[in-house]
C-alpha cells in the first residue's frame, strides 16, 4: 500500500513537472515570436523614419532652391527697374546732375557797391548741365530750371571798423537766405594777425522756378577781402 501510494506521489510529481516544462516551453516560444515582431517593428520603424528623413531633406532642398529662385528673379527686377529710371530719368532731363559753383578771383574781384550787390563772380567748369547763367553787368544768376536746390555761399570781409558783417542771398521777389556776425574791431580782440578777416556763410535748400533770379547781397560800407575765399554755388536735389 506504501509503494502504491510512492507511484502515485511520483506520477503526479512527473506531471506537475511536465506541465511546468510545457509551460516554460511555451512562454519562451512567445518571448521569441514577440522579440521576431519587436524586431521587425522596429526595423519598419527605422525604414521609415530614414524615409521622412529623406522627404525632409529633398522638401528642404526643394525649399532652397525655390528661395534662391525668387532672390535671383527679384535682383532681375530690381535691376531691370532701375535702368528703367535711369534711361526714363535721363529722357527727361537730358542730365541726370545739375549744379553751378562760382569764385571771385584777384582778377575778376570788384569792390562792393552803394547798393551792395557783389559781383565778379567767375563760373568753374563742371561735367554737369548749369544750374543758373550769370549775369557780370548786374551781378545776377538766373535759374535755368525748376526744381528744389541747394544752395550755398561764403565771403570774407576785410572789415575793421564794423562790429557785424552782413551777407544775404535773395531771390527776386521770393525768399532769402541772411547772415549776419558780430566781431570786435579792436586788435586786443582778436585772437590772431589776421583777426580782420572776417567771414560769413549761408546755405540752405530753396524751391526755385525757372527764370528766377538770385543775388548775393552785403551792407553797402563793408569791404571785401580782395584775396579771399569767395564762393557761390547750387546743385539741384529735386
Known sequence: MHRILQRRKIRKLRFVWAAMAVFALVLALCSALFTIWTWRQTRDLSVSFSTLQESLEQVNTQRREIVQLILEKREILQGRRLKRDAVQGKGKSGLKKVASHFEITKNSFQNVGEEGFIRGWVEEALNMSKA????????????????????????????????????????????????????????????????????????GLLRLSKGAELRAKTAPNLILKNNGKHYFGLFKIN
Open 132 to 203: 543758373v547763367t550769370y549775369k557780370a553787368d548786374t551781378g545776377t544768376f538766373k535759374v535755368e530750371r525748376n526744381g528744389v536746390y541747394f544752395l550755398y555761399c561764403q565771403v570774407h570781409f576785410n572789415e575793421n571798423q564794423s562790429q557785424y558783417v552782413k551777407l544775404e542771398v535773395s531771390v527776386t521777389g521770393g525768399p532769402s537766405l541772411q547772415c549776419i556776425e558780430g566781431y570786435g574791431t579792436t586788435p586786443s580782440s582778436g585772437s590772431h594777425m589776421f583777426h580782420f578777416l572776417k567771414p560769413c556763410q549761408v546755405s
